[in-house]
């Protein structure tokens, strides 16, 4: 799963809901770290956006989230 996540999207989105223990590059070889997994999962699966928004980075177009449920439907005319 590692070799999968975008990293810089990980560190950016982690450090907006005010997590900054991950650094900002990774390699394969930090997964024998202890200290380096536990900071992983916890960005990875203990973060939880509750009231807010979500922000294409292709377009700016901004998704809002209420009670941690996002909403991503598209208006009429940008259809």
């Given amino acids: 799963m590692f070799v999968k996540v975008e990293w810089k999207a990980l560190v950016e989105a982690s ?3 005010g997590y ?3 650094p900002e590059s990774a390699e394969a ?3 024998d770290s202890d200290e380096f997994l ?3 999962h916890h960005a990875l699966l203990e973060l939880h956006l509750e ?3 979500l922000v294409c980075p292709e377009t700016g177009r ?3 989230v209420s009670k941690g449920i996002p909403n991503m439907l598209l208006h009429e005319d940008e259809v």
């Fill in 29 to 31: 070889s930090m997964l």
């Fill in 62 to 64: 901004k998704f809002p």
């Fill in 20 to 22: 900054t223990e991950l």
């Fill in 51 to 53: 009231d807010g928004a």
């Fill in 15 to 17: 450090r907006t809901l």
């Fill in 38 to 40: 536990r900071k992983f």
